[in-house]
């Protein structure tokens, strides 16, 4: 089975019965932000968007609200709202949790496969990393989607629902996307990126725990510099 075009990226999701029109806004800005559809100097102005989206000024209050809450956009004084750079510090600090959160889960991963446990989440990263690895041009958001459902099969390996739900909640697949906005780095780390995982993938098959361990904390560092260098790449195309 082929990872599904629909996985990985809840902006492609389709829209639930319960969902709002500020939800459908929320997540349109997102998808915008996230991808380079609105420059990172460009102001969002309240009636703009409305007229956009062909909306009342409520639905837009709404989802802007949750953006800057968020943090994906500040408010500036009588001028809107703008997209906010990612900070070094901030990113750091998510990369810090994401690896100890994908360490604990290789851990468990390694003695439910022990068990005899979720020999299929193995070959279901196999699956991932060859269409990663796929000839032909790959976007950078089905890369982003690929990426995020490699690190979300590895989570969700370990048997931890608190733990998957925790991951889950400090948006690590949304924050790739931010940190790599307007910037086409991602494909230069593409090579390393594979290596990395098949390291990853040969620890879990070889039920090697420390092996494992070392894995996920090299693919990290190592991801985490990229993210840093993209980040400052954005800094200098939003200097005034």
Do not use: C
């Not at 389709?14 to 349109?28: F, S």
């Amino acid at each position: 089975m082929q990872p599904s075009e629909r996985e990985g990226f809840f902006g492609d999701a389709p829209e639930g019965p319960g969902e709002t029109v500020a939800d459908a806004i929320y997540r349109r800005l997102v998808e915008a932000i996230l991808f380079g559809d609105l420059a990172a100097s460009e102001r969002l102005i309240l009636q703009d968007l409305a007229d956009r989206f062909q909306v009342s000024l409520t639905p837009i209050r709404e989802a802007l609200q949750r953006l800057a809450a968020e943090g994906f956009i500040e408010a500036t004084p009588r001028r809107g709202y703008r997209i906010r750079v990612p900070s070094p510090r901030h990113v750091a600090e998510l990369w810090q949790v994401r690896i100890g959160l994908e360490q604990n889960a290789g851990e468990l991963a390694v003695a439910a496969l022990m068990r005899g446990e979720n020999a299929q989440a193995v070959r279901r990263l196999e699956e991932i990393q060859r269409e990663l690895d796929a000839p032909g041009e790959l976007t950078h958001r089905r890369h982003i989607e690929l990426n995020a459902l490699f690190h979300q099969t590895l989570i969700e390996a370990s048997g931890n629902r608190l733990l998957a739900t925790i991951y889950h909640g400090i948006q690590m697949q949304l924050l790739g996307a931010w940190v790599q906005r307007g910037s086409d780095g991602w494909r230069a780390r593409l090579a390393s990126e594979s290596a990395e995982h098949a390291a990853i993938i040969n620890a879990l098959v070889a039920r090697d725990a420390p092996g494992l361990a070392t894995a996920i904390r090299l693919h990290l560092g190592r991801s985490l510099d990229g993210a840093l260098r993209d980040i400052a790449a954005q800094s200098e195309i939003a200097k005034p």
